[in-house]
C-alpha cells in the first residue's frame, strides 16, 4: 500500500504541543553580530591609540637621537669659533641642515619663542615637525653654551624624518591588516559556530517534533492516540461543564482484511481517521484507540455539539464506499454514545459509550445509540455476568450439559454434544445466549473451550464406545494467538493423552464463520485435526451464507441443519421440503450424515426423516442433561430403543 499523508492536527486538538519560538537561535545570531561588531570597533580603536603611541614613541626617539646629535655637534662647532658669538655658523649633513647663531638674532617667530625658552631653561629642547617640499622636517633648537662660557648660542638643527615616519606608517599599516585579518578569522569562526549551532537547534527541534508526533498521534491515521487522548480527556473532564463521548467501531473489519488484504483494512483506517476529522473542528477531541476503534469527545455547549446527531453523521459518512484499485471497498460502523453528568470522571463516561457501542452491535451494527437508563441496567448486568465468567474460568466450575443426538430410524443414541453452562452466585443458570459472545468479546472463549475440550473427552471416555461425544469449535480457537501461542492441534493432542479417547470418537463442531476466510493455515488445521483420527461436523448449516464451496472444499463427516429449519416447519412454511431435500441429495451424494436440530415434535422429526436427515437432535429427544443424568439416559435408550425407536427417550 502507498504511504499516507496523516491530515494535519489543529493545535486546539492538543494532538502536537506548540513549537516553541526559536528565542535561541535569535539570542545567538545578536551575540554573534554583537561580538562582531565589539570587535571590529574594539580593533578600531586599538588600531587608533597603537599608531597614535607608535608615532609618539617614534617621534620621541627621533627627537632624543636628534638632540644627542645636536649637542654633541654643537660642542664641535663652538670649539671651532674664534668668537664666541659668531652668526650665522651652517654646516650640512646627510639628512641634517645644521645652524648655528646667537639667541639675539632669532629671525621667525618659532626661533624667537625658542630663544625666550632658551634663556628661561637652556637645558630644554624645543622642536616642530614641519611639512616641507619634499616632506617631514624636525626642526630642532637647543642652547650651546659657548666656547668661553660667557653667553649662549642657539642650535638649529632640520631633519628630514619623513623616511622614518613613512617606515613607521608602512609597519603600522601591516599591523593594521594582521589585526583586521585577525578579527575577520574570529568573526567568521563565531558566525561558523552560531550556524553550527541553529543547525543543531533545528535538527533538535525536527527530532522533539518527530518524537513527539510519535508519542501523542497514531502513526497511520494522525489522529490522537489513546494515551494523548486520555490525557486531553481528563483535562476536559475536569473542565466546567458537561460533555460527551462517542466510541465508534468499524463493522466486520476483518472480513475485510481477509478478504482483500491487510492493505485494504490500513486504506480503511485511514479513510476513518481522515473522514472522522472532517466532522468536527479543533475544539474536539478525534483519537484511534487502536485496531479498527475510535473515538470522540467534546463539550455540550460547542458547534456540532449534539452527540446523537453527530453519531449519526459518523454512521452516515462511514456507510460512504471506499475506492481501492479495482474495488469498491463498503464498510459501516456502529457507534455508542454516552453524555456525563455533572463532574463525571471519563473513565465512567468511555464506559457508558462502551456499552451502547455493544447495544448498537446487538441491535444490527450500522446504527448510533444513545446510553440511558435501560443500558445502565444491562451494563450492570453485563459486569455481573463477566464477573461470573472470569470466576468460573479460575476455578474450572463451568457445567457441561450433554443433549443427545439419535439415529433418525433406529433411535439409537449417536453421540451427545457437549453444551456449556454457567451458573451465578445463587446458583441460577445464565442463558449461554449472554455469556458466549461475552466470552468472544473478552477473549476468554479459548481459555473455556480448551476446559471444554479436555472435560468432555475425560467423561466421555466413561460411555459405551458407540456413543460420540460433539464438542463446538470457537473461531478464535484456529488463532494460536489467542490461544496463548498454542496451536489447536498441539490442544487436542494433549487432550487426548490426558483422556485416553479414541480420536474417532469425538466430533468436532465449526460454524460457517470459521470457513468465511478461506484461510489457507484454517484449512490446513482442520486437514491436521482429520489426519488425527479426529470427526468434523458443520453446524448450522443454512443460517448464515450456506455456500456450497465449504462441502467440497473440506471433506467434513456430518452435516447439521439449523434449528430455523425446524422452526420454519412449525410456521408451515411454504417449499421446506424442496429445500431441506436438496440439501440431504447434496450431503448423501458427498457421503454426509445429516443432522437436523431443533426437533421439538413428532411431526417435525418425521418430516426430517422422510426428506432424508439421518440423525435427530432436539426438545422431543431429550432437553440437554446434565452429567449425573447421561449414565441413566444411555440404559433407558438401550431398554427401549427396540419398542419405540425414535420415541424411546421423549418425556
Request: glycine share 6%; aromatic share 6%.
Amino acid at each position: 500500500m502507498s504511504k499516507l499523508a496523516p491530515p494535519l492536527l489543529n493545535p486546539q486538538t492538543g494532538g502536537i504541543p506548540v513549537k516553541r519560538a526559536p528565542i535561541d537561535s535569535w539570542l545567538s545570531m545578536h551575540v554573534v553580530v554583537g561580538v562582531a561588531l565589539i570587535l571590529l570597533i574594539s580593533s578600531t580603536i586599538a588600531n587608533y591609540f597603537v599608531s597614535r603611541a607608535v608615532q609618539r614613541t617614534t617621534m620621541e626617539t627621533l627627537i632624543s637621537s636628534t638632540t644627542i646629535i645636536a649637542r654633541n655637534i654643537g660642542l664641535h662647532l663652538n670649539s671651532d669659533l674664534t668668537k664666541p658669538h659668531q652668526p650665522n655658523h651652517r654646516r650640512s649633513r646627510s639628512q641634517f641642515d645644521i645652524e648655528l647663531y646667537d639667541m639675539s638674532t632669532a629671525r621667525d617667530a618659532f626661533a624667537r619663542s625658542a630663544a625666550e625658552q632658551l634663556r628661561q631653561d637652556p637645558t630644554r629642547v624645543i622642536h616642530r615637525v614641519l611639512n616641507g617640499e619634499n616632506g617631514r622636517l624636525l626642526r630642532l633648537i637647543i642652547s650651546v653654551p659657548s666656547a668661553t662660557g660667557h653667553s649662549r648660542a642657539m642650535l638649529e638643527i632640520r631633519r628630514d624624518v619623513d623616511r622614518d615616519l613613512a617606515a613607521v606608517d608602512k609597519m603600522l599599516s601591516r599591523l593594521m591588516w594582521f589585526r583586521n585579518l585577525f578579527s575577520l578569522v574570529i568573526v567568521a569562526a563565531l558566525a561558523w559556530l552560531s550556524f553550527q549551532t541553529r543547525k543543531r537547534q533545528k535538527d533538535q527541534r525536527r527530532l522533539f517534533d518527530h518524537v513527539t508526533t510519535m508519542a501523542y498521534t497514531d502513526s497511520m491515521t494522525g489522529l490522537l492516540n489513546r494515551g494523548r487522548f486520555m490525557e486531553l480527556g481528563h483535562r476536559l473532564a475536569a473542565g466546567n461543564g458537561r460533555y460527551f463521548v462517542l466510541v465508534i467501531d468499524v463493522d466486520h473489519f476483518k472480513e475485510i482484511n481477509d478478504e482483500f488484504g491487510h492493505g485494504a483494512g490500513d486504506a480503511v483506517i485511514f479513510e476513518v481517521g481522515r473522514r472522522l476529522s472532517g466532522l468536527v473542528d479543533g475544539a474536539h477531541l478525534v483519537a484511534r484507540l487502536g485496531g479498527d476503534e475510535f473515538i470522540m469527545a467534546g463539550r455540550l455547549h460547542m458547534p456540532n455539539s449534539n452527540p446523537v446527531a453527530l453519531g449519526r453523521s459518523v454512521v452516515e459518512t462511514l456507510a460512504q464506499p471506499l475506492p481501492y484499485g479495482n474495488h469498491n471497498l463498503s464498510f459501516s460502523a456502529s457507534v455508542g454514545c454516552a453524555i456525563s453528568e455533572t463532574g463525571e470522571d471519563l473513565d465512567s463516561v468511555i464506559l457508558k459509550a462502551d456499552e451502547a457501542l455493544y447495544h448498537a452491535k446487538q441491535q444490527g451494527r450500522n446504527r448510533c445509540e444513545l446510553f440511558s437508563a435501560e443500558l445502565q441496567q444491562c451494563r450492570l448486568e453485563r459486569r455481573r455476568i463477566e464477573k461470573v465468567l472470569r470466576q468460573a474460568l479460575a476455578n474450572r466450575s463451568f457445567e457441561l450439559h450433554y443433549q443427545p443426538v439419535v439415529d433418525g430410524v433406529s433411535g439409537e443414541i449417536r453421540s451427545f454434544e457437549a453444551l456449556l453452562r454457567l451458573k451465578d452466585g445463587e446458583g441460577n443458570l445464565i442463558s449461554p445466549s449472554l455469556f458466549i459472545p461475552m466470552a468472544e468479546d473478552q477473549k476468554l472463549i479459548c481459555a473455556i473451550g480448551e476446559q471444554v475440550l479436555h472435560e468432555a473427552m475425560r467423561f466421555a471416555a466413561t460411555w459405551p464406545e458407540h456413543v460420540s461425544v460433539n464438542i463446538n469449535l470457537s473461531p478464535r480457537q484456529f488463532a494460536p494467538q489467542e490461544n496463548n501461542g498454542s496451536p489447536l492441534l498441539a490442544i487436542l493432542e494433549q487432550a487426548l493423552r490426558e483422556t485416553g479417547i479414541s480420536p474417532r470418537r469425538v466430533v468436532l463442531e465449526v460454524t460457517e464463520n470459521v470457513l468465511l476466510s478461506e484461510s489457507p493455515d484454517i484449512m490446513s488445521q482442520l486437514e491436521a485435526i482429520r489426519a488425527l483420527g479426529f470427526r468434523t461436523a458443520l453446524d448450522d448449516f443454512g443460517s448464515g451464507y450456506s455456500s456450497l464451496s465449504y462441502l467440497w472444499k473440506f471433506k467434513f463427516d456430518s452435516l447439521k441443519i439449523d434449528q430455523s429449519f425446524a422452526k420454519a416447519f412449525s410456521s408451515h412454511s411454504c417449499n421446506l421440503g424442496e429445500i431441506v431435500r436438496s440439501i440431504t441429495t447434496l450431503a448423501q451424494s458427498l457421503q454426509l450424515d445429516v443432522v437436523a436440530e431443533g426437533v421439538e415434535t413428532e411431526e417435525a422429526a418425521e418430516f426430517f426423516c422422510q426428506n432424508g436427515c439421518n440423525a435427530l437432535q432436539g426438545y422431543l429427544i431429550s432437553r440437554p442433561l446434565p452429567a449425573t443424568d447421561v449414565a441413566a439416559f444411555i440404559l433407558r435408550n438401550a431398554e427401549r430403543a427396540h419398542d419405540a425407536p425414535l420415541l424411546a427417550f421423549a418425556g
